[in-house]
C-alpha cells in the first residue's frame, strides 16, 4: 500500500486488524467480521482476511497487523458501505461478473448495503459507485475457522 495515494474516506475512522496477506497484495479481499471493539476510541472492531489466508495462516499473530480504516477502504473501497454494521457482522466479499457482493456467512443472504453512507467525507462521495450489487449463489467454506 503506498502511503502517498492515501484517501481519508472517513476522518478519524478507527483501527481494525488485517492480514499481512491482503495488506501487501498479496491476496485479494475475501472475509470480513466485526467482533466488540478491544478499545472503542481506537479500534472499529473490523477483522479484514484475504482469499490465500487459512486458519495456520490467521492464527499467527505475526501476520496480522492494525492499519486505520481508511487504509483498508484504499485497497478495497467497496467496504466504506459496512462501516456503520453491528460487531456481530460476519461478511464475504465475493466478485461475480464485475459485481461486488457481500454476503452474510451465517445466513449465506445477500446483505444490502445502503449507498447513504454518512460517515463518508463529503470529497470522496464518487467513492460509492465503486460497488455495485446483484445476487448469485454462497457456496464457498470460510478457511478462518
Known amino acids: 500500500m503506498n502511503d ?17 496477506s491482503l495488506l ?5 479481499l475475501k472475509w ?13 472492531g473490523w477483522r479484514f482476511f484475504s482469499d490465500i489466508d487459512d486458519s ?8 496480522l497487523i492494525v492499519c486505520d480504516f481508511n487504509t483498508i477502504a484504499n485497497i478495497e473501497p467497496a467496504i466504506l458501505g459496512i462501516y456503520g454494521m453491528p460487531a456481530g457482522t460476519d461478511l464475504q466479499l465475493v466478485i461475480e461478473k464485475g459485481k461486488k457482493l457481500f454476503y452474510d456467512n451465517l445466513t449465506e443472504k445477500q446483505v444490502e448495503i445502503s449507498d447513504k453512507l454518512p460517515w463518508l467525507q463529503p470529497e470522496c462521495s ?14 464457498e467454506a470460510d478457511p478462518r475457522v
Open 56 to 63: 495456520d495462516y490467521v492464527n499467527d499473530p505475526d501476520n
Open 4 to 20: 502517498e495515494k492515501m484517501i481519508e474516506y472517513i476522518k478519524n475512522a478507527g483501527g481494525c486488524v488485517i492480514t499481512k
Open 126 to 139: 464518487d467513492a460509492k459507485s465503486e460497488s455495485s450489487f446483484s445476487s448469485t449463489p454462497l457456496n
Open 24 to 28: 501487501y497484495g498479496q491476496g485479494k
Open 32 to 44: 470480513i467480521l466485526r467482533e466488540d471493539s478491544v478499545d472503542p476510541k481506537v479500534d472499529t
